[in-house]
């Protein structure tokens, strides 16, 4: 029954990804989208709605910290329609003060905890950019609240995702950056990461190069070049590379924004918990991630994620940043085969779900939507409900994954960033070798680990009839 | 050592190619065979040894207030940068090296003093391991259709090609001699591949001297009697590897390709693969772009694109791909050459015949085949790999392409070869490394007017002790991927070729996958191997206990002699009835693990530095990275996380982040 499920949701998927009928793949009202029809054929045993809730997670740092606290000044959604109702503050800051920083950050999205550094107390935090505008607003609750994240006498560095060209042409619309001068404890750092819709052209030029059939080896190159996509890969991944740096190597707190707060700041937040957080190179610390990071942090997954690189008319908020941040983890984990417990099919299953899906996980654009107006809880399935059943688990589980507690830096050299053919040639290359590759791999791990339990069973056996000898003897 | 002019300059520091603010402070030394850095740091002394013989080239660049920097390229692609601080020492040094680095003779070569402590005995089994009568043997020669000639006797015919040829039967001497005539260098037609299943083969030559309307008859008659040798197709394949263009205006020179209006039923076809000048050009100009300091992505994939590098390795793949489908699926046999037949023809032969035979794909095989369509066809390793000082315009990549291809291959084919990737980067440091006489000379005539082999030592049996470390976990005989002709798509996709920075960019650590898996998977399956020994062990230690024990119950309740199957169901129950202490067991289980083991070969390996027969190790950070990787890869180890590895490249990516 699940197999026939799951092919109906192929068709679909295809339907709306390949071919494209305008109607069928931008259905206006989302309550008439599969998941909303979709009923699950298999038992729920861990319902995903509730896996990663802010408390839990919270619950884990706060042993190694009383600096922070949950708060619930957004419980109606009205301080930051895109945040969620629980966020996580520092403590000397009261909800009176954060609702006076909101008016002051893009979105009202104020600086929230996104990721605490066990080993040195350094911190990232995330918001939308400071609106200055061009006669320098300022606003002391906003300056106090990010001081309040930093220890005495140390300094910390705010990484702006914008070129400082592109930052201070935001100040004519209102919006802007830091003035060191008002925040004399931090020091600014641009890393330029694309706006979403240069990264769509990116993606569509891509896939363009990718399906070329014409077989010429220079033309090929080319267009890959030009695509750009892999530029943005590296440069992606250079600012979460710096922005770990800074926590781990510098050990200063830093505080990330671009102008929403909602797209390259999560990408550089999200990666660099990849890099310093082992627990995020686990299936399920990899789910909380893209829970805390991604679904909860307000990335808007129904503008951004409609149509994938094939739609006709140009939709004004398409664009792959979620791929792309799936495409540097990919990247980091063919540097690190070994240090993580998934393996590629699970980054190409997100993908696929993010964009076409019978689970409700990434409807909506953020939680106040997907709460409150869409009740996605009670009326449809959570993704995680599905992938975290054990028959699931192991399809995405990788066989080499041995924990490792320590930092991984990877290199961001071009020589060392490759395209991702899984996700990208999928289609134009047969797999069947390195499928098969795949599989011997799996043998060869699964045939020790059955040899190991034999030899073990083997080894107590004996020990046991050498103990029973000895007592037959001493009668 | 009379060319030494300096054997030891201290306080030189060596440049971190990555992050160049850093650098380690040593002495340099040279030696009649090596340049040797020592670090001063006491806790590491690590030791950079670089053979002369690798050296492509040595560059004085300006003085600076730190001292004088010299920049040796290698031929491994190594770049070393060193600062000398007085300009003097820098001078005799580079004076030194370029004297050192240009050898004018074959006795000043590494492989006539390096001395693996082997007795003769054992050299001479060495030189015996790749035996390519033998070879023919396997291929099912000589036969019906074919024989061994003697035509080539002392070599008579042709000094380029080997003594030992085959050739069809019908083919007379007269026949041989004279279609010799016709061939540039006189490479007439001979067998480099038979295919036992359908009696097709592969045959090599040079290009006719036909001119604009030259003709021979016994060049006719020969192609007749390959033709006539495989009764399975009425025509042959007559593949010129070079552009049309190169072809025609060969034939101003009295030159050219066959006319298909001479001979009989054959089918001639051009297949475009540049001369070894072009070839040249663009591996440099790759070469440049792997060196650029922190590159674009666009500076990257421009200069890629712009070297046209994975364009001549594709023409390369495209034409091997043909002959085999020509031999597979047509049953046809092709005679391949280019103008002398000795770069593009042995290129395209031996990757046809590796897409065609798994043979060519496990270790020994590869050897083979090197041994038989390089080595023995006169492939001139001297000229192209500039092992002695001679004209730079010979010198060009024509065997790293080939290496480049099967590297291709087995990135689309990850089960189909008995060896790694490490196999092949090893190949191709001791085709430059002179360390063994295998690669020496340009034909079988100078080795053995030199001695090569009761003078030197040979790779193959270097290389067949240590195969250990260059066998792939994922291939298995049985496996579908190893059995028969690869079966590729008709139209190969470009994407299908990628940039090698495994070997273009190999003592770039930080650049690599920090993890192998190819190292992982072969300590698991050590300790595979361990286990499984343990396992029968105690399976045998078991069963005598029991039938001692079962004695003693016979004796006391006198039951009836229990079978050894009713021991095996009595341990099968226990499995069923203590799930949880299985687990418990598991971790107390003190199994051998690899990376014990890994550590023992670190050590192995450490020793061979010091006889620096293993390229690797040549490198600087290599013999840190041996134990280093291997601490990470150990299977069972949790403990044994990559601290040494993620510690090391810290500091270097740190300058990438901070410079990008």
């Known amino acids: 029954m699940e197999e026939m499920c799951f092919q109906w949701w192929v068709f679909l998927f295809c339907l709306s990804f390949l071919f494209a009928p305008q109607a069928l793949s931008t259905l206006d009202s989302i309550t008439l989208m599969y998941p909303f029809f979709y009923r699950p054929m298999f038992e729920v045993i861990e319902d995903g709605w509730h896996s990663f809730l802010p408390e839990q997670e919270f619950e884990l740092y706060s042993s190694a910290t009383s600096e922070w606290r949950l708060s619930y000044v957004n419980k109606e959604f009205a301080v930051c329609p895109s945040y969620p109702p629980i966020v996580t503050v520092p403590k000397s800051i009261d909800d009176e003060a954060l609702r006076k920083v909101a008016t002051f950050r893009h979105g009202g999205r104020f600086p929230v905890l996104s990721y605490y550094h066990k080993k040195n107390g350094m911190v990232i935090m995330r918001s939308g950019q400071p609106l200055t505008g061009t006669n320098g607003r300022r606003c002391k609750e906003d300056e106090k609240l990010i001081n309040a994240t930093l220890r005495a006498g140390k300094r910390g560095y705010i990484i702006d995702t914008r070129s400082l060209n592109v930052a201070q042409q935001a100040r004519a619309k209102g919006g802007g950056f830091e003035q060191e001068a008002h925040y004399p404890q931090w020091r600014r750092i641009h890393k330029s990461i694309e706006r979403y819709h240069i990264l769509q052209e990116s993606l569509i030029k891509l896939v363009e190069a990718c399906n070329d059939q014409t077989h010429n080896m220079d033309r090929w190159l080319s267009k890959l070049e030009a695509s750009n996509w892999l530029t943005h890969i590296k440069e992606i991944l250079t600012a979460a590379c710096l922005a770990a740096q800074c926590i781990d190597r510098e050990g200063a707190s830093i505080l990330i924004h671009g102008t929403e707060g909602t797209d390259s700041t999560l990408q550089v937040t999200s990666l660099a918990q990849i890099i310093l957080e082992p627990r995020s190179r686990t299936i399920r610390g990899f789910e909380a991630l893209v829970e805390r990071e991604w679904l909860q942090a307000g990335h808007p997954f129904q503008q951004r994620c409609a149509q994938s690189a094939y739609c006709n008319t140009k939709q004004k908020w398409e664009a792959p940043v979620f791929l792309l941040f799936l495409d540097c983890v990919w990247q980091i984990l063919r540097q690190f085969p070994c240090s993580f417990e998934f393996n590629e099919n699970f980054l190409i299953m997100l993908f696929e779900h993010a964009y076409a899906s019978q689970f409700g996980t990434f409807l909506g654009n953020n939680e106040s939507e997907s709460r409150c107006k869409l009740k996605l809880q009670q009326k449809t399935m959570s993704l995680w409900s599905w992938v975290n059943q054990p028959g699931e688990l192991s399809k995405f589980t990788n066989p080499l994954f041995e924990a490792n507690n320590l930092v991984i830096w990877p290199s961001v050299a071009p020589q060392s960033l490759p395209l991702w053919e899984g996700i990208f040639l999928r289609w134009n290359r047969s797999s069947k070798y390195l499928d098969e590759a795949y599989e011997e791999m799996v043998n060869i791990i699964e045939y020790n680990k059955e040899l190991q339990a034999k030899v073990n069973i083997l080894r107590r056996q004996l020990a046991e009839l050498e103990t029973e000898d000895g007592m037959q003897e001493s009668p | ?660």
């Not at chain 2, 003709?215 to 033709?227: H, K, N, S, T, V």
């Open chain 2, 1 to 660: 050592m009379e060319h030494i002019r300096t054997p030891k300059v201290e306080n030189v520091r060596l440049v971190d190619r990555v992050s160049p603010k850093k650098a380690a402070l040593g002495t340099l030394y040279l030696t009649a065979t090596h340049v040797i850095f020592v670090e001063n740091s006491p806790d590491t002394r690590k030791e950079t040894w670089i053979l002369h013989s690798q050296i492509s080239t040595i560059e004085k660049q300006a003085t600076t207030a730190t001292g004088c920097p010299l920049l040796i390229r290698c031929k491994n692609f190594q770049i070393i940068q060193l600062i000398i601080p007085q300009e003097r020492d820098c001078h005799d040094v580079y004076i030194s090296l370029i004297r050192l680095a240009r050898p004018v003779k074959y006795e000043e070569l590494y492989c006539f003093s390096f001395n693996p402590m082997l007795d003769k005995e054992e050299r001479e089994q060495g030189w015996v391991l790749i035996d390519l009568s033998e070879e023919y043997k396997r291929m099912g020669l000589p036969n019906h259709y074919w024989q061994l000639s003697d035509v080539n006797r002392d070599y008579r015919v042709c000094d380029s090609y080997p003594t030992e040829l085959y050739v069809p039967k019908s083919a007379t001497a007269h026949i041989i001699v004279g279609s010799s005539k016709f061939r540039s260098r006189r490479r007439f037609p001979v067998l480099s591949y038979y295919c036992k299943d359908n009696h097709a083969s592969i045959c090599r030559s040079s290009q006719p001297l036909s001119g604009f309307s030259a003709r021979c008859l016994e060049d006719e008659q020969m192609l007749q009697a390959i033709r006539k040798a495989n009764p399975g197709s009425d025509f042959v394949y007559v593949v010129d590897t070079r552009p049309k263009l190169n072809a025609m205006a060969n034939r101003a020179a009295g030159k050219g390709y066959e006319n298909e209006d001479n001979y009989s039923n054959i089918k001639f076809q051009f297949i475009g693969i540049e001369n070894i000048h072009v070839m040249r050009n663009s591996l440099q100009k790759m070469l440049e772009v792997c060196e650029l300091k922190s590159p674009s992505m666009s500076d990257f994939l421009w200069g890629l694109e712009n070297s046209g590098w994975l364009r001549h390795i594709k023409a390369i793949m495209d034409a091997g791909i043909f002959i085999a489908k020509a031999v597979s699926e047509e049953g046809a046999s092709v005679l391949v050459h280019c103008s002398d037949g000795w770069d593009r023809t042995a290129q395209v032969c031996s990757v046809a015949s590796l897409l065609l035979d798994p043979h060519y794909r496990t270790l020994k095989g590869f050897m083979v085949l090197i041994e038989k369509d390089w080595i023995s066809f006169g492939h001139k390793f001297n000229h192209r790999y500039g092992n002695l000082d001679g004209d730079p315009k010979e010198i060009s990549p024509v065997i790293d392409q080939f290496i480049e291809c099967v590297w291709q291959l087995m990135e689309q084919f990850p089960c189909a070869f008995e060896f790694n990737e490490r196999f092949l980067i090893h190949i191709q440091h001791h085709i430059y490394s002179c360390q063994f006489g295998n690669f020496l000379c340009n034909s079988q005539k100078e080795r053995r007017e030199l001695k090569i082999q009761e003078r030197t030592y040979s790779l193959w049996a270097h290389l067949w002790k240590n195969r250990a470390d260059y066998l792939n976990p994922l291939f298995r005989a049985d496996h579908s991927q190893t059995q028969g002709t690869f079966h590729l798509p008709t139209a190969p996709c470009n994407f299908m070729y990628k940039f090698w920075s495994g070997m273009y960019n190999r003592f770039e650590k930080g650049m690599q996958p920090r993890q192998s898996v190819t190292d992982y998977l072969m300590a698991v399956k050590e300790e595979t191997q361990q286990l499984e020994e343990e396992l029968e062990a105690l399976e045998e230690r078991l069963e005598k206990i029991q039938k001692v024990q079962l004695n003693c119950t016979k004796v006391k309740s006198k039951q009836s002699e229990p079978s050894k199957h009713s021991g095996f169901s009595t341990s099968d129950n226990s499995i069923a009835n203590t799930p949880q202490d299985y687990s418990g067991n598991m971790k107390s289980f003190p199994s051998r693990s690899p990376s014990q083991g890994d550590e023992d070969s670190a050590l192995i390996l450490t020793q061979d530095n010091l006889k620096s027969s293993d390229p690797d190790l040549s490198a600087n950070s290599d013999q840190e990275s041996g134990v280093e990787d291997l601490s990470c890869r150990s299977p069972s180890g949790g403990e044994h996380a990559p601290s040494e590895d993620s510690g090391k490249d810290r500091d270097s990516d740190e300058a990438v982040f901070l410079t990008a």
